[in-house]
C-alpha cells in the first residue's frame, strides 16, 4: 500500500507562489505516474498536471499552462507542483495521486492519494 504525503499548501495573494510536495511512505515512484488533481468547493475534483516519473514526460492542463510547473527530484522520491501566478480561480483543495505504468487524466485510474492540502488565493 501506498501512501503519499503532501506538503505546501497555504494562502496568498493573487499574482502570488506556492510549492506543493508530495512523498510515497515506504516506496519509491520510480515505476509510478504521478499527478496533482484539484476541488474546488461544489466542483468535481479536475486534473490538473501529472507526471511520468521514469522518463520525466509531463502534460499540464490548458488552464494552467504557463503558470503551473510539474516536476521530480529521484533523489528525494518527492514530487513537486509549483503554482505560479495564482489566481483566486485556483482556490481548491489539491491532491496527490499515484497509479502505476502510464498517466492518465482520469482520477478513476488512480490508485492512491493523499490527503489533500488547502490552497487559498485571495484578490
Known amino acids: 500500500q501506498v501512501q503519499l504525503v503532501e506538503s505546501g499548501g497555504g494562502q496568498v495573494q493573487a499574482g502570488g507562489s506556492l510549492r506543493l510536495s508530495c512523498a510515497p511512505s515506504g516506496r519509491t515512484f520510480s515505476s509510478y505516474s504521478m499527478a496533482w488533481f484539484r476541488q474546488a468547493p461544489g466542483k468535481e475534483r479536475e486534473f490538473v498536471a501529472g507526471i511520468r516519473w521514469g522518463d520525466g514526460s509531463t502534460y499540464v492542463r490548458d488552464s494552467v499552462k504557463g503558470r503551473f510547473i510539474i516536476s521530480r527530484d529521484n533523489a528525494k522520491n518527492t514530487g513537486y507542483l509549483q503554482l505560479n501566478s495564482l489566481k483566486p480561480e485556483d482556490t481548491a483543495v489539491y491532491y496527490c495521486?499515484?497509479?502505476?505504468?502510464?498517466?492518465?487524466?482520469?482520477?478513476?485510474?488512480?490508485?492512491?492519494w493523499g490527503q489533500g492540502t488547502q490552497v487559498t488565493v485571495s484578490s
Open positions: 495521486a499515484a497509479r502505476t505504468r502510464g498517466l492518465r487524466l482520469d482520477l478513476n485510474d488512480y490508485d492512491y
